[in-house]
């Protein structure tokens, strides 16, 4: 629950929104208690005491009572509806921005769709809490604590007789929710086992294709669904059992009031239009109860949603900058690796043991080795992608340790083994690293890895959109 509270927190950004919200729930939900009455009136008042006048005015009052329940009710769902967009967006933000953040280290031992089901169907979870689930727990409390109040207050022995079931409905929302919870959190991660599976299929489908495993592939993908399809039934399961239960409890309470009542009736005790609201309140009583079982299944799927997605926005990044950090000057590119030794993820057998060498300003420096031998760590320690384990590296004497990140890696052209390309144009994609750069750097770049004859062949040229991972091209 402490994390479905904490998604409650990005509330405070929506405030006006959220009261207004509240305002017509409780509004909308007092309207609707007062028809019970309203019924009683007519019945008693009216209909017994053969007085039509009161009867009609009842009955305009019913009227007037059950138009303003839903104008209220379409304020509070316009309103909560706003709100629980808001507080998507701010967390949908703020995890882009989080992934953004985290270093490269995080990035080698998290699956991509794994983030990806974190971004999308955990943060939708959460936006479907916080607009309907939320709404729905507070319009269940509102409406059971209003009928019971109304119980007592139309007769309190009957109240107590037919309420001695209450406890037991309770007993069965707290065992449902404590055995649906942790089945909650393994879909989440089933599901997003299956969306690693499609994710990698759909990047690799050429391979798939060339090496003809479609059926291999389509096996493994079977097998994750097949996972996922079992669990969503046992979850189906346990509420199909949970809702009957409080729907069998809703109707003894209503044989007891019948019962009781009619005996009290026909003695003259109690009178009929009493009995018909007293029955009325007992369901307006025991639906929000049913109610909430179906909530406190959204509930426990909720909170599992909203632990994912706070596990990735409380993830500490390896490679941060310091308080203090600088930034660093335009630069004449003296690098220095001193004593550097390096391990993955902190642990294991050194990638690079006391490395150490000098590369001077327009100097070009090979680094030859098997696969494995640690080159490309040596490149991806200059740009701060990892940080050393052991000695450091400095740039025209700088640590890269203290200087921003920013002004690190504006300085730094590098190649990476897997190219990538972004949907948008050719221009946009060697523009990249510097969405400023003038058209004239963009075209000697281009004639610098010899692709500018090739790009000209485009008869769009530098415009030419680049398809997703750059598959429309060739070259």
Known sequence: MKHLWRALGYLRHYWLLATGAFLGLLISTAARLVIPRLTQTIIDDGIGAGRLNVAVWAAV??????????????????????????VAYDLRNQLYAKIQSLSFSYHDRAHTGQLLTR?????????????????????????MTGSIA???????????????????TFGLFAFFAGRARPLFMQIQ???????????????????????????????????????LFELNLTVGRLTATAIPLVFLIANLALLAVYWIGGYQAIAGRLSVGRIVAFANYIMM???????????????????????????????????????????????????????????????GEPVLKDVSFVAEPGQTVALLGATGSGKSTIINLIPRFYDVTEGRVTIDGYDVRDVTLDSLRRQIGIVLQETTLFSGTIRDNIAFGRLDAPVSEIIAAAKAAEA????????????????????????
Do not use: C
């Open 61 to 86: 009052g019913m009227v007037g009572m059950a138009i303003a329940g839903a104008l209220f009710s379409f304020l509070q769902g316009v309103l909560s509806a706003r709100t629980a967009q808001g």
């Open 189 to 227: 991660q089933r599901l997003a086992d299956l969306n690693t599976v499609l994710q990698e299929n759909l990047v690799g489908v050429r391979v798939v294709k060339a090496f003809a495993r479609e059926d291999y592939e389509a096996r493994r993908y079977a097998l994750a669904n097949r996972r």
């Open 285 to 347: 009583a025991f639906f929000p109860m049913m109610m909430l079982g179906m909530i406190m299944a959204m509930i426990s799927q909720a909170g599992a949603s909203a632990e994912r997605v706070f596990e990735i926005l409380d993830a500490q990044s390896e490679v941060v900058e310091k308080p203090d950090a600088i930034e660093l000057p335009p630069i004449q590119g003296r690098v220095a690796f001193e004593h550097v030794s390096f391990r993955y993820f902190g642990g």
């Open 452 to 475: 500018h004859d090739f790009i000209m062949s485009f008869p769009q040229g530098y415009d030419t959109p680049v398809g997703e991972r750059g598959v429309t091209l060739s070259g």
């Open 150 to 168: 109304l119980l007592f207050a139309t007769d309190w022995q009957l109240a107590l007789i037919t309420l001695v079931l209450v406890p037991l």
């Open 119 to 143: 971004a999308t169907s955990d943060v939708e979870m959460v936006h479907q809490f916080v607009g309907m689930g939320f709404i729905q727990f507070l319009s269940a409390i509102l409406m």
